[in-house]
């Protein structure tokens, strides 16, 4: 170094040693100033060379020079290599001095003519120089992302050129824009726009099945990842995905076409060999459907319509439920088909009427095997997935599925409730051996298990699945009453579970949660209910024992304030007023309604209901409820409370007959209305009668003007004929040489 610096002062051993901030200073003015271009580019090279020793020099001294050769020597390579190599050594954070990359990186890139010239050296075709300027700009987005997304947008070309990465044939260049095209478009719908106008999705489709759709690396995985930020929340962008025809590609990206023989196979082929990229990449295919289809979105209903059209539905349901295929890549194609078929008719009808081929062996209840490859109707498949002893994450996404199918679909939840009846042992229309199934024998099974303490969490989601079917359908309540199992109804056959039920507490919330929902707005449950002493005796028992779980207290105090709003008094022994003194006189009402508020409160009840993307750490989930449960009883308790500890309340029927005040005020209506259209009627008379009257007038006028009009043209042609007669009279006169003054 000192043979360096003793070089650029150009003198011996005697002359006084030249420091690191001249030698920079020199340089700086040498690039800066000298009008050989060799001597500016030794300069720069000499700066590249210090700025690692002395970064705060070469930043705050020749920062400028720098800019200036970028600017004026563009055509030398090495000029501009090495000046882009120097910039971004200067601006990137270490580790011992984050603050100094950041001030250095917040100078350069205030002047936004600073990030335009970068932009502008991306059209050179050098390799060396391409790469650099691109990892200079990823360093200058890291460091600031807001102002370098305002400069680009400020480049009249800028956002073309970051485009333009795309279709470089060298895979390295390729790659990092991809990248720096990922974090530029994070949260800016500008950049997204202009970025996704620029053909930007054609491009990512060209790239990904060149190599190989989700066979391919992490190239694959990239260009998903653009897509999505330019996807999300991005309601132009949508329209143009769909309306380019891009979205048509989706179901391309789910062929599999490996080396191995080169022939293209559906991912629910048991040959497809699974590695955690393709996985991965599988992944964020899934992740872009469930963005164009997620819920409260304006495209979500259109998208829905060509997806379902292009067959997705059934192809993610039929992998879903492959063995062969990774369980994470399972549990999203669940979640995606929950999205594509929640309030959607159409969709909901392709799921209910797909028959899948299961590729392993599944155990019904009881222990029943189907052979591989059998057809499955696809809820019998779902059902069965959650019942069975399956990972915990992908049973709870079967039941999302199970209720988004249901969501707005009262007639399915009918068709399947008709099924939920033990079919016939003898079915000589079944293929095997084993009986035959239905999802409502399955649901049933599940209910009435008794071996639930091997699996406390079968009977949980069993009784999950039956709440699905019953929520807020006033029919499908009905129906479920007339199931009876040996003579005695599903009422009682749950309510004899829970009270000799010695399970997991989940057996008990599960069952608890099902009939909560079961017994509102139901006056025949409730009757049916209260038909057994017993049943209510438990619910005050289990309210009065402190060693009792509170979710368990607060759900038996929920259902007790069902029986009593709902109660129309067919139990002598159990009116309405009889529970009201009950519950008000062994509980009181101050802790009968703070059961309700310590399960509100209970972080199982204020916890963010999310997707389980992931396998539980523990032996048994933290779950408890399901999330439209929870809305449920956050938006009824507080009514249903307050009804039971108004003591004033003395009305024996849950609802008041308002039909007889409803009839008169319908009949004061109609005597308003009939007041009302006699002023009406006089007044059009009148109208009417002046509108004639007028008409009569103007019929009247009409004739006088067309009278006058005729008699204006006649002294018109009168007195055309008269002057015609006295200009002959003149002529003539003008013959005997008369004169006239006028002329």
Known sequence: MDLFFGALRGGGEQDKQQTAEETIAKLSDRALNSSLLEDRRSAILGLRGLCRDWKLQVGTKAMPSLIHCLKNDRMDTDITKASLETLNHLCTKDNDEQDLGSMLTEIFIKDHQNVALLLDILAEVDFYVR???????????NNSRLQFQEAVMTSPMGVSRLIDLLDDHREIIRNEGLLLLISVTEQNADIQKVVAFENAFERLFTIILEEGATDGGIIVQDCLQLMQNLLRYNVSNQNLFRETSCINHIPNLFVSKQAEDNIEKPLTDPSVHWTNQKAANTQHVLH?????????????????????????????????????IPDQVRVLCLYTVSDLVRNHEQNQNRLGNAIIMRTQQVSGLPQQKLPPGQPTPSLVALISTALEKEKFYLRYACLQVFES???????????????????????PNTPSSSPP???????????????????P???????????????????????TLKIKIDGVSLVHQLCFQLITSKDDIRVQIGLLS???VWLFDCVQCCAEFLSEGSNVQFLVEQMSHASVDTMVQGLCAFMFSCLVQFNNDSEPSFTRSNLQSLALSRIGPDVFSSKIARLKESTHFTSKFTDLLEEPKEKLASIF????????????ADHLIKSLVNTRQKSPGPKIDLSSKVKEQEDRIKQLESQLEKPKTDELSLLKSTVQSLQSKIEQMQLQYNQLNEEHEDLLLLLADQDQEMQVYKDQLKAYGHTFEDE
């Open 288 to 324: 872009l459907i469930r963005i164009l289809v997620g819920p409260n979105t304006a495209n979500t209903f259109v998208n829905q319509n060509v997806l379902g059209n292009l067959k997705i539905v059934q192809d993610l349901f039929s992998a879903s439920m492959s063995g062969h």
């Open 405 to 427: 199918y249901l969501t707005g679909n009262a007639d399915a939840q009918l068709a399947i409730l008709s099924t939920m009846v033990e079919p016939p042992q003898d079915n």
């Open 457 to 479: 969490y079968q009977k949980w989601f069993a009784s999950q699945f039956l709440l699905f079917l019953m929520a807020d359908n006033a029919k499908a309540k009905q129906q």
């Open 437 to 455: 199934v239905s999802a409502g024998s399955l649901l049933l099974k599940g209910l009435l298990d008794t071996e639930s303490k091997r699996d």
């Open 131 to 141: 790469y650099n300027c691109v990892q200079f700009l990823t360093t200058l987005l």
């Open 625 to 636: 409820f399901e999330q439209q449960f929870v809305d449920f009883f956050k938006m009824e």
């Open 514 to 516: 099902l009939l909560s």
